[in-house]
């Protein structure tokens, strides 16, 4: 590998993608680069960005996941001019999310129509908008819904995603230190309004 990175330029890697692509008869090639705001360390997504720019043609498209607010971009990486923007979480407001939330299950999940529908509406808006979690915590009720009663099931699963997403945001603090202040402030913030619902 380490020889592989020595010889391999970017130019390079465009001609292998348009010699695929024009095998293939494709009009465009895609590149899928998935999840490399989440595990690349900001000095590593700033390269990343960088190689993301230089490898956008006319006919090579590349897609990366990045996050508003927390993805540091290269000083030559321009958000609104080296790429396009689009908004991939439904937003929870939404008239439709219910609908939309409930059409992604009826397709992914099999059998859904087992699961009570209290249960799958309490995880579509636990999930927050976020297809992948409540389709996670969906199969997660159905792989462990004989071993307890349904409400332990549900308070524990519901208590996982958001143990998992406050480390998540936690991780923030040391990767991204400048939204360190907001970060504790929107921890503190959740808490308390957990605490007033409760209290109500």
């Given at each position: 590998e380490s020889e592989l990175s020595s010889?391999?330029?970017?130019?390079?890697?465009?001609i292998i993608i348009e010699e695929l692509r024009?095998?293939?008869?494709?009009?465009?090639?895609?590149?899928?680069?998935?999840?490399?705001?989440?595990?690349?360390?900001?000095?590593?997504?700033?390269?990343?960005?960088?190689?993301?720019?230089s490898l956008k043609s006319s006919t090579i498209a590349p897609k990366a996941s990045v996050y508003p607010g927390t993805?540091?971009?290269?000083?030559?990486?321009?958000?609104?001019?080296?790429?396009l923007s689009i908004q991939f979480w439904h937003p929870i407001d939404s008239d439709s999310y219910s609908v939309v939330m409930g059409g992604i299950a009826?397709?992914?999940?099999?059998?859904?129509?087992?699961?009570?529908?209290?249960?799958?509406?309490?995880?579509?808006?636990?999930?927050?908008?976020?297809?992948?979690?409540?389709?996670?915590?969906?199969w997660e009720y159905q792989r462990r819904k004989s071993r307890s009663t349904q409400q332990s099931i549900i308070n524990s699963i519901t208590q996982e995603y958001l143990s998992s997403r406050l480390l998540e945001y936690?991780?923030?603090?040391?990767?991204?230190?400048?939204?360190?202040?907001?970060?504790?402030?929107?921890?503190?913030?959740?808490?308390?309004?957990?605490?007033?619902v409760r209290d109500a």
């Open positions: 010889i391999l330029s970017i130019n390079d890697t465009k024009v095998t293939a008869n494709r009009k465009f090639s895609i590149l899928l680069l998935d999840d490399a705001a989440l595990t690349l360390t900001p000095n590593f997504l700033i390269d990343f960005l960088d190689i993301v720019r993805t540091e971009y290269s000083p030559r990486f321009h958000a609104g001019h080296d790429s009826g397709k992914r999940v099999s059998n859904i129509a087992n699961i009570p529908d209290d249960v799958v509406e309490l995880f579509k808006y636990a999930a927050f908008g976020i297809p992948r979690a409540f389709l996670s915590m969906i936690r991780s923030l603090v040391k990767k991204v230190p400048k939204f360190r202040t907001i970060i504790l402030a929107g921890e503190d913030l959740l808490n308390e309004m957990g605490t007033l």
